[in-house]
C-alpha cells in the first residue's frame, strides 16, 4: 500500500519542473509552520505568529477564498449567535460593527480586514485541498498533500480546518430521488430565486432559526420539518448607534471594557447551560417565557416545547423564527420523514408534501470520531483509526505520537456558552509557545507523553459526566456511542488557565 | 411473550412506512356500497376516523413520558400512523361521497370529551395509565371496529386500505402489550403506591368520566348498526387475555384496574352500566360548541394525497 505522501512525492516535482522548464528534482522548503485552513484559526494563528517574528508560515486553504465558516454560511440570515465584541480577536478589535450580532457578510469582512491589515495573504495558497498530513520521524517534518498532488512541508503544522466545515446531509430513504431544486445551508446557491416557490427547510437547529425568517417573506409556501425542538434565547440584536462606534474608536478601552463585561456575562451563563444548577432552571424558565410569549396556540407550544434539559444541545438565539412559523405561509411539520420522493417529502401521517426547493439546515459532518483527512505520526500511525471510537488530546491541541501538531478546535475545545473565539485566542498562544520552544532550545519536537494525555483525558470524561451534555440527549457533541470528544467541561476562564502554560515536563523533546 | 427489540421493532417500522398516495382511490368498486348501508357506514367511519385519533394523542403523550429514547421515537411513529389512517379513512369516505371539500367528519360527544380530555390531561399522566389504556381502546375500538367493517364491506379498495392499516395496527399492539409487561416489573408494594397516588388525582377522575361513557356510547352505535355488540366483548377479552398472559403483565395495577372494568363492561346485568348509561345520555346533551375550540392539531387531517 502506498501512503498519501508517497503517491504525491513525484507529481508535484514534475509540475514545477514543468514550469521551470526543467528536468531537476526541485527540492521543497521546509516551512517553519505549516497551517490547515484560513479561516478565523488559520489566519489568526498566522497573525499571532508574524507579530511573534515567526514569519516562515504557510497557509493550505481549499476554497479560492478565505474566510472559512463565514465564506461558506451565507445563507439569507446568516448571522453570529455570539455578540460581535466578543466573537472577534481581543488582539485585533473593530470598532464598527454594525449590529449587536453582525451577520456572516460582516464577520467575512472582518476576516479579509485581518488578513490586509496584518498582510496575511502573501502566507495563503489558495485552492490547496490538503488530503493527508504525515509525519517524517527522521527529518523532524510533516509533509501536506493536496488534491493535486502538491506536497508542502512543514517543521510544526496546525490543523485549522474547523470542526464544521463539512456539511452534512441527513440519512434520509430516497433522497438522490427529488427532482425539485436542492440547497444546503452551508452551500447556499444565491442563484435560485426563492419567490413564490413552495419551500421545504428540513432541521431547525442553529441555521434554520436563522434561515426561516429570512425565506417566509419571499417563499409562496415555506413547511419546516422538525425532529426535536430547541431551546430557543431571544437575541437581543440592535443596531449600533453612531455615538458607540465613535467612542470605541476614540476611547480603545472603553470596547475592551465592553468585551470583558460580555465575556462575563457569558461565563455566568456557563452556570445554567453546562451543568445542572438552580440557574438551569431559570435559563429554561426564560426559553419559556419566550414560547409562550411568542406562541399563542397549545398545539404549537407543545410541539415547541423541548423535552431535554436546556444545554444538552445548543441553545438557539432567535427573536423571530416563532413569529415566522406563525406566518400564514409558513407551517410546522413535526411528524417524521418517511422518505424524499421525485416530488416532495413523504411524511409517516400518509401524505407527500411537495415542493419546488429542498433546504437542508442540517448542520455538518463533525469529526469527532475521524478526522476529515488522514493523518499519518510516529510510525505510520493514524489518527483516524486511534480516534475511530472517539477523539482525544492533551489540552485540545496536542495528540501524543504525532510531534508537533497542533489543533484548532480540537477534541473538547469546544465552548457551549462563550465565544469560539475566546477559546481559539488561548489555542493560538499555546501554538506560539510550542514552536517558540522548538526555536529556544533547538529541537526537533514536542511529543506529549501518552500518560499524560491520558490523565487528562481521563479528568476531562470525569468532569463531563457532570455537564447537561451528557444527560441523556443525542447531539452532534457525542458521537453515536455517546462519547463526548468535543465539550470542554468548565468556563472560558478555566479553558484559558488549562492552555496558559505549556509545561516541558509533560512532552518528549525530541532532539536533532 | 417473548420481548419485542425495540430497536428492531423501530427500524421495521421505519422500513414499513406506507403513503396514501401508494393507493389508487380511483380503482373500482366505490359502487359496492348500498344505499342502505351508505349512512350507517358514513357514521361508522366518522367515529374511527376519530378513535384513531384518541389512539394519536394518546401515543403523542406517551411519546413524551417514554423511558428511552428508542421508544419515544416509536411513539413518534404511531401518532403519526394513527393520524396516517385518520386521512386513509376520511380518503375512503371521500370515495364513497361522504365528505364534501375539505369537511371533517363529526366526532360524536363521547369521542369530543376523550379527545379534550388528552389534549388537556394527557401529557400530565404517568405512561403507566397511558401505557395501560391506550392498548384497550387499540384493541377494543379500533381492533373490533375494523373487524365490522371488512366484514360488511365488499369495496376492494377498503379491504387493501385496512390491510395496511392491520399492519401497523398489529405493530402498535405488539409495542403496546411489551410496555405494559414493562410498566409491570419492579416491586409490587411500589407499583401499588404509585397507582393509588395516580388514582386520586383529579385529573384521572375526569379521565375516567369521558373514558367509561365511550366504551358504552361506542356499543350503543355498534347496536344500532345492527352488529352483535358481542364482538366488541370478544376484543375487550383479548386485552386480559394478552396482558394477562406473562407474570409481569398481571403485576401491572394498571392492567388489573382496566381489565376489571373490562370485565363490567361486557356484563350487561351489572350495576355499573345504570350510572355509566345515563351519563351517555347526559353527555349527549352537550353542545359542541360548550366542549372548547377544536384543537389545531385538526388542521391537518388531510384526505388528500399530496400538500
Not at chain 2, 37 to 58: C, N, T, Y
Not at chain 2, 111 to 137: C, Q
Amino acid at each position: 500500500m502506498t501512503t498519501v505522501v508517497e503517491k504525491a512525492k513525484t507529481a508535484p516535482r514534475k509540475r514545477k519542473a514543468t514550469r521551470q522548464g526543467t528536468s531537476e528534482p526541485v527540492k521543497q522548503d521546509v516551512h517553519e509552520v505549516l497551517i490547515v485552513g484560513a479561516g478565523f484559526g488559520g489566519l489568526g494563528t498566522a497573525l499571532r505568529l508574524q507579530q511573534d517574528g515567526i514569519r516562515d508560515v504557510v497557509i493550505l486553504e481549499r476554497a479560492a477564498d478565505i474566510g472559512g465558516t463565514w465564506r461558506d454560511n451565507t445563507y439569507p440570515g446568516a448571522a453570529c449567535d455570539i455578540p460581535s465584541n466578543l466573537y472577534s480577536f481581543s488582539f485585533a478589535p473593530n470598532p464598527d460593527w454594525s449590529r449587536s450580532f453582525s451577520g456572516s457578510g460582516e464577520i467575512l469582512k472582518y476576516v479579509h480586514y485581518l488578513a490586509d491589515r496584518f498582510n496575511l495573504r502573501r502566507m495563503v495558497r489558495l485552492n490547496r485541498n490538503v488530503t493527508g498530513l504525515e509525519y517524517d520521524e527522521a527529518a523532524g517534518v510533516w509533509s501536506a498533500v493536496t488534491a493535486s498532488g502538491e506536497v508542502f512541508r512543514g517543521r510544526s503544522v496546525v490543523m485549522a480546518q474547523g470542526p464544521l466545515s463539512n456539511p452534512g446531509l441527513p440519512k434520509i430513504a430516497g433522497i438522490d430521488s427529488f427532482k425539485g431544486h436542492t440547497v444546503h445551508s452551508a452551500q447556499w446557491d444565491h442563484e435560485y430565486d426563492f419567490t413564490g416557490k413552495r419551500v421545504a427547510v428540513i432541521g431547525t437547529g442553529a441555521s434554520a432559526v436563522q434561515i426561516i425568517p429570512a425565506l417566509v417573506p419571499q417563499a409562496a409556501k415555506l413547511k419546516v420539518f422538525q425532529r426535536t425542538p430547541g431551546w430557543v434565547l431571544p437575541k437581543p440584536d440592535f443596531a449600533t448607534p453612531g455615538w458607540n462606534r465613535t467612542l470605541f474608536r476614540k476611547v480603545p478601552a472603553s470596547q475592551a471594557a465592553v468585551r470583558k463585561a460580555l465575556y462575563l456575562g457569558h461565563e455566568s451563563v456557563a452556570l445554567g447551560i453546562v451543568w445542572n444548577s438552580p440557574l438551569t432552571r431559570v435559563v429554561e424558565k426564560v426559553a419559556e417565557a419566550h414560547l409562550n410569549r411568542q406562541v399563542k396556540d397549545p398545539w404549537m407550544r407543545r410541539q415547541l416545547k423541548p423535552d431535554f434539559r436546556i444545554g444538552c444541545k445548543r441553545v438557539l438565539m432567535s427573536s423571530d423564527y416563532y413569529p415566522a412559523l406563525q406566518q400564514d405561509n409558513c407551517e410546522l411539520v413535526t411528524w417524521p420523514i418517511a422518505r424524499i420522493s421525485e416530488q416532495g417529502i413523504r411524511t409517516a401521517e400518509g401524505i407527500e408534501h411537495q415542493f419546488d426547493c429542498i433546504v437542508f439546515a442540517t448542520g455538518f459532518d463533525v469529526s469527532n470520531a475521524g478526522t476529515p483527512f488522514p493523518v499519518r505520526g510516529v510510525g505510520g500511525r493514524e489518527l483516524g483509526q486511534e480516534w475511530h471510537r472517539g477523539a482525544q488530546a492533551y489540552k485540545s491541541i496536542n495528540v501524543s505520537g504525532y510531534p508537533n501538531l497542533h489543533m484548532t478546535f480540537g477534541p473538547n475545545s469546544g465552548p457551549g456558552h462563550n465565544s469560539a473565539l475566546v477559546y481559539m485566542e488561548s489555542q493560538i498562544e499555546y501554538i506560539l509557545k510550542a514552536v517558540r520552544v522548538l526555536r529556544a532550545l533547538e529541537i526537533k519536537a514536542l511529543d506529549v507523553k501518552s500518560h499524560i494525555q491520558a490523565r487528562h483525558n481521563r479528568e476531562i470524561q470525569k468532569r463531563l459526566a457532570k455537564t447537561n451534555w451528557n444527560s441523556g440527549c443525542k447531539s452532534w457533541y457525542l458521537t453515536e456511542d455517546g462519547f463526548n470528544a468535543t465539550m470542554y467541561p468548565g468556563f472560558a476562564t478555566q479553558y484559558a488557565r488549562q492552555m496558559a502554560s505549556l509545561d516541558l515536563k509533560d512532552y518528549a523533546l525530541i532532539r536533532a | 411473550m417473548a420481548t419485542i427489540d425495540l430497536d428492531k421493532m423501530l427500524e421495521k417500522i421505519k422500513d414499513s412506512q406506507w403513503a396514501l398516495a401508494d393507493i389508487d382511490w380511483e380503482a373500482p368498486g366505490a359502487d359496492k356500497i348500498s344505499p342502505e348501508q351508505w349512512p350507517k357506514l358514513k357514521a361508522f367511519m366518522s367515529d374511527l376516523m376519530w378513535i384513531e385519533h384518541v389512539g394519536a394523542r394518546g401515543f403523542a403523550a406517551m411519546a413524551k413520558k417514554a423511558p428511552t429514547d428508542t421508544l419515544r421515537e416509536i411513539y413518534t411513529y404511531f401518532h403519526a400512523e394513527e393520524q396516517r389512517h385518520a386521512n386513509a379513512e376520511m380518503a375512503l369516505m371521500r370515495r364513497w361521497g361522504m365528505l364534501e371539500g375539505d369537511e371533517l367528519p363529526e366526532p360524536n360527544i363521547n369521542l369530543r370529551l376523550t379527545i379534550e380530555w388528552l389534549d388537556r390531561y394527557s401529557d400530565d399522566m404517568p405512561l403507566e395509565v397511558l401505557g395501560s389504556v391506550i392498548p384497550m381502546l387499540e384493541i377494543a375500538l379500533d381492533g373490533a371496529l375494523l373487524k365490522f367493517l371488512l366484514e360488511e364491506v365488499d369495496d376492494p379498495l377498503c379491504h387493501e386500505v385496512f390491510a395496511k392499516i392491520n399492519g401497523d395496527e398489529s405493530r402498535h399492539l405488539g409495542v403496546d402489550f411489551h410496555v405494559m409487561e414493562m410498566l409491570g416489573r419492579g416491586k409490587l408494594h411500589q407499583l401499588a403506591v404509585k397507582t393509588i397516588g395516580t388514582v386520586a388525582n383529579p385529573k384521572l377522575i375526569l379521565g375516567v368520566l369521558a373514558y367509561a361513557p365511550l366504551l358504552n356510547k361506542m356499543r350503543d352505535n355498534i347496536v344500532a348498526m345492527g352488529l352483535k355488540e358481542e364482538r366488541l366483548y370478544d376484543a375487550m377479552n383479548k386485552y386480559e387475555r394478552i396482558g394477562g398472559r406473562t407474570e409481569e403483565g398481571r403485576r401491572n395495577p394498571w392492567f388489573q384496574i382496566i381489565s376489571q372494568h373490562g370485565k363490567m363492561v361486557v356484563n350487561r346485568s351489572h350495576p355499573y352500566h345504570v350510572p355509566v348509561d345515563a351519563l351517555v345520555k347526559l353527555t349527549s346533551f352537550i353542545p359542541n360548541r360548550a366542549v372548547g375550540p377544536v384543537p389545531t392539531w385538526v388542521k391537518g387531517l388531510t384526505w388528500r394525497t399530496t400538500a
